[in-house]
């Protein structure tokens, strides 16, 4: 890599951004997360809308058909916070690194404009149809020079997928077909097929991305599998708030030991959690193996049908990779009964009397009538998508 420019890969999320600087391995194919680092809550940056309430996701995917997005007048305030909080870090990485020239990549949640350089959609936060052109400008104000600009905002997932595949302790290493779930403030989809980590885009025909699956109880799937959704769930069972959980810190992990103790809304939410989590598991299984087979509803009812067919018909999973702060969950409950045997007798009631899966897959994921549990793994990369969105930036630049 050449060394009169830093490498930063940011992971850009609901409630802070995180920036890495990035460096890559002697072997000049493998990369790993640099020594300076900086984070930034957005609620820190002075004009944050602490009561912000994004605007309906139906409406926001109505006027992208319309191609006609109108972020609101408090969305584009609180879009100053977050291109503020974004500026800060990178800031805070060139002061510690002496090097003003940088190249940045950028990742994202959210669907993003036609010029990949801004966020059209965003479930859990406000549209920035403008983020790359307005962090730019920010920047060149301190004085800062970009190697290139931002070729384009990645999506926080597929550089979870990235990340896996090419830090040193990724777990997409040594697999040919995986798939990976992050839950963090929301969740990550990213997929790897017949060696290769594949865009979600260009697999979207048959693959749906679990903030777009709806529960029977009409709840984005991302709510049983992102750290606020299972707040938010137990938050309505103790009739309290969300804001008032962050402020007595309790988190998952808190409600998982709630559960443990026998508190029945505790215990109701990681109900929830695990049935819905091996549902969702079970059609990913599923829709690899034989395409969509409608298990889900969609959040938005216009969304086209996936499709039955794709060119990845009967492939099997090598591996499933659990990660970000739902990864830590699971691998603090291994072995319990509150989320993990719930969670994996479920998925194998389900692989065991599915209908749509053959003997073959039956036995590749169930062994004895129990899930094959080999075949989870948990991700020690909580800085995934960083690393990837580093990676991306890099490989755009040297092409």
């Given at each position: 890599?050449?060394?009169?420019?830093?490498?930063?890969?940011?992971?850009?999320?609901?409630?802070?951004?995180?920036?890495?600087?990035?460096?890559?391995?002697?072997?000049?194919?493998?990369?790993?997360?640099?020594?300076?680092?900086?984070?930034?809550?957005?609620?820190?940056?002075?004009?944050?809308?602490?009561?912000?309430?994004?605007?309906?996701?139906?409406?926001?995917?109505?006027?992208?058909?319309?191609?006609?997005?109108?972020?609101?007048?408090?969305?584009?305030?609180?879009?100053?916070?977050?291109?503020?909080?974004?500026?800060?870090?990178?800031?805070?990485?060139v002061?510690?690194?002496?090097?003003?020239?940088i190249?940045?990549?950028?990742?994202?949640?959210?669907?993003?404009?036609?010029?990949?350089?801004?966020?059209?959609?965003?479930?859990?936060?406000?549209?920035?149809?403008?983020?790359?052109?307005?962090?730019?400008?920010?920047?060149?104000?301190?004085?800062?020079?970009?190697?290139?600009?931002?070729?384009?905002?990645?999506?926080?997932?597929?550089?979870?997928?990235?990340?896996e595949?090419?830090a040193?302790?990724?777990?997409?290493?040594?697999?040919?077909?995986?798939?990976?779930?992050?839950?963090?403030?929301?969740?990550?989809?990213?997929?790897k097929?017949?060696?290769?980590?594949?865009?979600?885009?260009?697999?979207?025909?048959?693959?749906?991305k679990?903030?777009?699956?709806?529960?029977?109880?009409?709840?984005?799937?991302?709510?049983?599998?992102?750290?606020?959704?299972?707040?938010?769930?137990?938050?309505?069972?103790?009739?309290?708030?969300?804001?008032?959980?962050?402020?007595?810190?309790?988190?998952?992990?808190?409600?998982?030991?709630?559960?443990?103790?026998?508190?029945?809304e505790?215990?109701?939410?990681?109900e929830?959690?695990?049935?819905?989590?091996?549902?969702?598991?079970?059609?990913?299984?599923?829709?690899?193996?034989?395409?969509?087979?409608?298990?889900?509803?969609?959040?938005?009812?216009?969304?086209?049908?996936?499709?039955?067919?794709?060119?990845?018909?009967?492939?099997?999973?090598d591996?499933?990779?659990?990660?970000?702060?739902?990864?830590?969950?699971?691998?603090?409950?291994?072995?319990?009964?509150?989320?993990?045997?719930?969670?994996?007798?479920?998925?194998?009631?389900?692989?065991?009397?599915?209908?749509?899966?053959?003997?073959?897959?039956?036995?590749?994921?169930?062994?004895?009538?129990?899930?094959?549990?080999?075949?989870?793994?948990?991700?020690?990369?909580?800085?995934?998508?960083?690393?990837?969105?580093?990676?991306?930036?890099?490989?755009?630049?040297?092409?």
């Amino acid at each position: 890599m050449k060394d009169d420019f830093l490498l930063i890969g940011i992971d850009g999320g609901a409630t802070k951004v995180n920036a890495w600087s990035i460096a890559m391995e002697e072997d000049g194919q493998t990369f790993s997360l640099g020594e300076y680092k900086a984070a930034k809550s957005y609620r820190e940056i002075p004009g944050f809308i602490d009561n912000f309430q994004p605007v309906n996701i139906n409406i926001q995917l109505g006027e992208i058909e319309k191609d006609d997005s109108r972020p609101t007048d408090s969305e584009k305030l609180q879009g100053q916070t977050y291109i503020e909080a974004c500026a800060r870090v990178i800031e805070k990485i060139v002061e510690l690194s002496g090097k003003r020239r940088i190249l940045v990549g950028l990742g994202m949640p959210g669907i993003k404009t036609r010029d990949q350089r801004g966020i059209s959609a965003m479930a859990n936060g406000p549209r920035l149809i403008h983020y790359a052109d307005d962090l730019e400008t920010r920047l060149s104000e301190s004085g800062i020079e970009f190697v290139q600009p931002i070729s384009h905002i990645g999506s926080d997932a597929y550089y979870c997928g990235l990340g896996e595949e090419y830090a040193k302790e990724g777990q997409f290493k040594n697999v040919q077909n995986s798939y990976y779930l992050g839950g963090g403030t929301g969740a990550a989809d990213a997929l790897k097929l017949r060696g290769e980590v594949v865009p979600l885009d260009e697999v979207k025909g048959w693959f749906v991305k679990t903030w777009e699956m709806k529960s029977s109880e009409g709840l984005s799937a991302e709510k049983y599998v992102s750290s606020s959704g299972i707040q938010t769930i137990y938050a309505a069972l103790k009739n309290t708030t969300l804001a008032e959980l962050n402020e007595a810190e309790i988190y998952p992990p808190q409600i998982r030991e709630r559960a443990l103790k026998g508190e029945k809304e505790a215990v109701l939410t990681f109900e929830k959690v695990s049935r819905y989590l091996a549902k969702l598991l079970y059609e990913r299984i599923t829709s690899l193996y034989v395409g969509w087979q409608d298990l889900f509803a969609f959040v938005n009812p216009n969304r086209p049908k996936p499709s039955s067919e794709h060119n990845f018909m009967k492939v099997l999973y090598d591996s499933i990779i659990i990660g970000q702060r739902l990864g830590d969950l699971l691998r603090d409950s291994q072995g319990d009964r509150v989320l993990w045997m719930p969670l994996f007798e479920q998925l194998a009631t389900l692989i065991r009397g599915s209908e749509y899966l053959d003997d073959t897959a039956k036995m590749h994921y169930c062994t004895n009538g129990t899930f094959n549990i080999e075949l989870i793994k948990i991700s020690n990369l909580r800085e995934a998508p960083a690393i990837g969105a580093g990676i991306d930036a890099y490989l755009s630049w040297e092409k």
